[in-house]
């Protein structure tokens, strides 16, 4: 089993900044990716950071240039830094651990509102 525990989450003015973590704990040795989505009310989840074993990263066109997505491996920590905050940016946003079979494990979710 894996575990995943997001934090960092809060309420932001539009343009401003936040930092979420991740820190993952369990059977590891499986994981070959790990990422960020997001889910506002009455939308789909969507896939926002993805970040692979090779260090190569993936965003959706909507936070690219904005969202920035790293890994600590000694930590078991992935880190979203998101810069230039727009109210369209609310959701809850969800960690994720990716097998190498495709199989998903996934955080709670910690809230994110961009709001003034």
């Known amino acids: 089993q894996v575990q995943l525990v997001e934090s960092g989450g809060g309420l932001v003015q539009p343009g401003g900044s936040l930092k979420l973590s991740c820190v993952s704990s369990?059977?590891?040795?499986?994981?070959?990716?790990v990422g960020w989505s997001r889910q506002a009310p009455g939308k789909q989840r969507e896939m926002v950071a993805l970040?692979?074993?090779?260090?190569?990263?993936n965003y959706a066109d909507s936070v690219k240039g904005r969202f920035t997505i790293a890994r600590e491996k000694a930590e078991n920590t992935v880190y979203l830094q998101m810069n230039s905050l727009k109210p369209e940016d609310t959701a809850v946003y969800y960690c994720?651990?990716?097998?190498?079979?495709?199989?998903?494990?996934w955080g709670r979710g910690t809230q994110v509102t961009v709001s003034s």
């Open positions: 994720f651990a990716r097998t190498a079979w495709g199989y998903d494990y």
């Open positions: 369990g059977s590891l040795y499986s994981i070959d990716a």
């Open positions: 970040i692979n074993s090779g260090e190569m990263r």
